[in-house]
């Protein structure tokens, strides 16, 4: 977006009929970059009773206005950076929950089902599990709801109940995979500004 600030001072300003103060510039300015529009000034040298040093003032007042806003954009690429270690880490924990639950309920394993009794896994695809129960009946079930919720538990040697921490984290696994993908997305905007 180009904006035309021309000069920093008002009476020169209000002799070319700019006609905002340089507080509206400022507002604009800021609402725009919140927004991450990318901002272009217009000014102009040598208007009017302008001194030298008027001149100066008003790219000098830019470049910290440019300073300031470069701030800004490291500040909130530290934010973003930190939000996506965050994402990543429970990402982490949400891949260490789904590798154990292949190792609890791999094909061939006995499991309990609240609602159907005993049954045994026949086959498996992705987080999909049927399962044949000892009346024969066999069913599909979806394998991390049915864990995470305690629909079924596992007969495997040693397995008394899913951990909790795993149990929570894959209630929210659609949470997680997109947090991360929203995280990388913000941040992949911000991140030459740590560099």
Do not use: W
Not at 46 to 55: A, R, V
Not at 82 to 88: F, G, I, S, T, V
Not at 122 to 146: P, W
């Amino acid at each position: 977006m180009e904006l035309g600030l021309q000069t920093i001072h008002e009476r020169t300003a209000a002799f070319i009929r700019r006609g905002y103060p340089l507080s509206v510039f400022e507002q604009a300015v800021k609402q725009l970059t919140q927004i991450d529009v990318q901002v272009i000034v217009h000014t102009i040298l040598g208007l009017p009773f302008e001194s030298k040093n008027d001149m100066i003032d008003t790219i000098q007042y830019l470049a910290q206005f440019s300073a300031s806003r470069q701030q800004e954009k490291k500040e909130k690429a530290v934010r973003l950076s930190e939000e996506l270690k965050a994402a990543r880490e429970e990402y982490e924990c949400l891949e260490e929950a789904l590798a154990y639950l292949d190792t609890i309920f791999s094909v061939g394993t006995g499991i309990s089902h609240k609602k159907y009794g005993n049954g045994t896994i026949i086959a498996r695809n992705g987080s999909t599990v049927e399962v044949e129960f000892e009346d024969g009946t066999k069913k599909k079930l979806g394998l991390t709801v049915s864990a995470a919720n305690g629909i079924i538990t596992s007969h495997m040697e040693n397995y008394d109940e899913m951990p909790g921490s795993y149990r929570e984290v894959i209630k929210k696994e659609a949470a997680i995979r997109n947090a991360v993908s929203y995280a990388e997305k913000n941040f992949s905007m911000y991140a030459e500004y740590l560099e």
